[in-house]
């Protein structure tokens, strides 16, 4: 088990999709600290030239600032690191980079002949599954403290004014955060192996991350309550992943934590044995 954890990441740190999504993880970092920066100075040019030229702000900024409003965006006095990682996390911009980085990572094998060459030498097979687990384990953590590097580094660039913000509590959420994106990654592996290829599981990702299991599950709601007699506050979203990523920043409460621990504990396990028992049951390609 040890050595083909080692082997995939040797297979991880050479290959080239890992290091764009790291770097892409950057980019994003610094291109939401330019946005909260740029905006405000954006809408006081647009206003200084209204005021100067009657007519000339329409359709001047469409695509930069929006609309512009009576209540113009607020200037960020003082840059807070925690907290542009916190809009990082609950936004699921995290899940989209996840998305595209892990099928990538677990399917690559298939391509390059490693699992045929190993799955009839070994037994039982479903430790192939199991030892990718690791790999996306710090994949995800690499592209985690790549984005709070970027914005420390461009907090600081950007802003006279700068803090950390509560680090402890930043790093329950990541803590909390990385078993989510751990079981997310599970089974995008899984989906990738039913699938036997990186783009359905880099699809199922991104619907994931646009919102699809809200939609679904807000469907499943509504007929579970007029159907089946469920309360009205009946949710079964509180038992999905997403659902609990948009709940887990620096000041959820305990019992949130704790939900959203068990919830990943539960995806993981299930998407850890379905990843086994695929890989030891289905003819190795």
Known sequence: MFNLIKMNFYRLFHQRSFYICVAAAALTGWFMVFLVWMTPKLEAEIEARATEEEGFIEGFHVGYAGELTEESAPVLEIFNVSDFMDEFLTGGIGLILISVSVPLIVNADRKRGYIKNLGGQMKPRGMLALAKLPVILFDSAVIYITTFLSFALFGRIYYAKYTL??????????????VIALAFGALLMVICMLTRSAAGGILAGLAVSMGLVDFICAQVNKFAVAYLGAPMEFDIARYSLDYYVSEIFSESPGSVLTAALLVGAVYLVLASAAGYLLMEKRDVV
């Open 165 to 178: 913000g509560d680090i402890p509590l930043l790093c329950r959420t990541l803590l909390v955060q990385m």
